[in-house]
């Protein structure tokens, strides 16, 4: 309704409708370059539409928004920015293959699996990898590591900084010859510096710090990763009332959802496992028990499989079930380097 | 609450006294963290866990942690004689360090445990008393040998009892956790191995860490307390030992022949620690304590 309103030519209004952008809010989420390729104009012209447009968005009153209910979106918008939403790798390219191109951004992803298959070293690697600059298809923001159990090595998270740097070293000579402004500067000093580390010895400390984290994020907009190590250490121990536990651990998921779409970042959450005895045999479950398991939005499960480790997606609303293998090497997590690796598909 | 810097935040390491082993774990048993040896009776554990509270005392240029150590026994009885001859080699090799009249034993401070329950009382003591200990030496190393006994016998089979025994191991695991970053120690258990039995182990064969298997004195085997025990500490390291059938070659007047020698292998597996990759090393056991084997 508001395109027509706004001071473009008619064939450049003709052009916007006919590729469905109708409503003004429609074009706020969309690159100037993407625009040019739909409607098929330059990327000037696309570049004009788009100021154009967020100039009259800024005049608008709020009741000239075609939404009926306040803060609702379209599924359209939705779509956009889902589509507009980068996603952090994990440096294994099979791994981000069935993840879709790697840990996505405003979802909850819980991880899962036996001590030893590299929780805390995914954990790692992802903190380290949303620091990416965005000229290398990365986010280029901070992260926040909560650490409840201990088991983060200084030195193992600059070990894997410093090949993360390597690795864009390599990649900045195979294909940007030319360019030498894009030479990194970056120094596995200032990437664990932008990892904002939290140690947690209780549960009371882990929910203190979870609703504290609303304001340290309004504070540093820059962090697009918060990891949790592990979730569920803290609430294994003795609970008398089993219900404040559910309870417990359905507000802190609930935080954590809304403090990932707030603030547009990706939360991952990593658990342990532990065995539910049915019918005298036992099966491998994830802790926290099955309440905790509807919270989460994306769920991974890391097991062996022969002497490969093998990451399986177990849940997740927009992804198919696969399973791909990975290793965990010197430099970090990458890809699995036995010969007959293959994407399964189930 | 503010997030700690992690330039600042250096794991510290306390050496094991033997440079191949130090190289094997990059540097040592670290601080701030939970480490487990496993290993069958007869393997070694004591012996790395008297050479630790030994080196333990050694100033921090030198690998060390300059501190006193705790050591909390469970099995009978401590062993008093071996660390009286560890402790006089430890003196003689390192006599620079120390004063002339002093006695390293003096600041191992030993203290038998008996149920689980008694060690979580011990441990609330603890925190007043390492406090203390600042004033002289402090104390940076805590030795539990072993926690498995404290567990092996105390719950029945049934579902209600070994839920209150994993909920144990996560509040004594948590309480260890907590001493250990307040007063930034190293914390050092040692743990049993159970047999597995037959081709369809069950939950026992589950294979966690880097060996798909572990095996000691020809049988497989698999730590004791189960999974939630392995999800309560930071590191595993696995003792072996076998005895290998090797070729010598023998001089002897006849010309050359060789003989079959039964030999004692001993070897050191890291079986998972977030530090550290999959290796191993060979070590013996002698006089002067436990030392790496480079072949």
């Known amino acids: 309704m508001e395109i027509w309103r706004l001071p473009i030519s008619a064939s450049q209004r003709g052009k916007l409708i006919s590729a469905g952008y109708t409503s003004l809010s429609s074009l706020s989420s969309i690159s100037s370059s993407d625009l040019a390729r739909e409607l098929k104009v330059s990327e000037s012209e696309a570049m004009n539409i788009l100021k154009v447009a967020s100039h009259s968005r800024g005049s608008e009153t709020s009741n000239a928004s075609c939404s009926i209910v306040e803060g609702a979106q379209s599924a359209w918008d939705m779509l956009h920015d889902e589509e507009s939403l980068m996603h952090i790798t994990t440096s294994s390219a099979d791994l981000d293959n069935i993840l879709g191109g790697g840990i996505r951004c405003k979802e909850v ?66 294909l940007r010859k030319d360019f030498q402004e894009c030479k990194i500067k970056m120094l596995p000093q200032d990437i664990l510096e932008n990892i904002f580390y939290f140690r947690i010895c209780s549960y009371t400390e882990q929910i203190a710090l979870i609703n504290y984290l609303d304001k340290f994020l309004s504070e540093h907009k820059d962090v697009k990763v918060i990891v949790v190590d592990s979730v569920t250490f803290h609430f294994r121990q003795d609970f008398d009332d089993m219900a404040l536990r559910t309870r417990v651990l359905s507000g802190m998921a609930l935080k954590l959802m809304n403090l990932a779409k707030r603030f547009s970042l990706a939360v991952v959450l990593l658990n342990q496992v532990t065995t539910k005895h049915t019918e005298a045999s036992f099966q491998l479950a994830l802790a926290l028990g099955d309440s905790w398991s509807h919270t989460c939005t994306n769920r991974i499960v890391l097991y ?24 965990v090497t010197a430099r970090g997590i990458r890809n699995s380097s036995s010969s007959c690796k293959r994407i399964k598909m189930m | 609450m503010t997030p700690q810097s992690l330039l600042q935040l250096t794991s510290q390491k306390c050496t094991t006294g033997c440079p191949i082993l130090d190289r094997l774990l990059y540097g040592g048993i670290p601080c701030d963290s939970i480490t487990e040896i496993v290993a069958e009776s007869g393997s070694g554990k004591t012996q790395i866990c008297l050479q630790l509270s030994l ?32 402790c006089l080699s430890f003196r003689s090799s390192n006599a620079h360090h120390f004063p002339v009249n002093d006695n390293p034993c003096d600041r191992i401070f030993v203290q038998s445990v008996h149920t689980a329950d008694h060690l979580l009382e011990i441990m609330s003591k603890t925190d007043p008393f390492i406090e203390n200990s600042k004033n002289q030496v402090p104390v940076r190393l805590i030795v539990i040998d072993s926690i498995a006994a404290l567990f092996r016998s105390d719950f029945d089979n049934t579902p209600v009892e070994l839920k209150r025994r994993s909920s144990l191991f996560f509040k004594i695991s948590s309480k260890l956790k907590a001493l250990a970053k307040r007063f930034n120690l190293a914390v050092l ?31 497989r085997v698999c730590p004791a307390l189960g999974l939630a025990w392995a999800n309560c500490v930071n590191s595993r390291l696995f003792l072996s030992r076998n005895e290998e059938v090797i070729r010598e070659e023998n001089e002897k007047s006849n010309g050359q022949s060789c003989d079959f020698v039964k ?33």
């Open chain 1, 304 to 327: 062996w499989n022969g002497n490969e480790r093998y990451a399986y997606i177990d849940k997740s609303p927009s992804l198919r079930s696969a399973s791909a293998a990975y290793s």
């Open chain 2, 189 to 219: 258990v040692t743990n049993q191995v159970v047999d597995l039995v037959g081709p369809n182990e069950g939950i026992n064969g589950l294979r966690i860490g880097n060996l798909v298997c572990l095996h000691t004195s020809g049988r």
């Open chain 1, 109 to 174: 992803t819980e991880i899962g699996g036996v001590p030893g298959i590299g929780k805390t070293q995914l954990g790692i690697q992802v903190a380290v990898n949303v620091q990416i600059p965005n000229d290398f298809g990365g986010l280029g923001g901070k992260a926040i590591y909560i650490d409840t159990e201990g088991s983060f090595m200084v030195e193992r998270a600059f070990q894997i900084a410093e090949a993360c740097i390597e690795d864009m070293s390599e990649y900045n000579r195979f």
């Open chain 2, 263 to 295: 030999k004692k292998m001993r070897k050191l597996y890291v079986v998972f620690a977030p530090h550290l990759p999959e290796s191993s090393c060979e070590f013996e056991i002698t006089r002067e304590g436990l030392f790496g084997v480079e072949r």
């Open chain 2, 55 to 86: 080196h333990a005392q050694l100033p921090v240029s030198h690998g060390g942690l300059a501190a006193s150590s705790l050591y909390l026994h469970t099995e009978f009885p401590f062993p008093f004689r071996r660390l009286h001859q560890l």
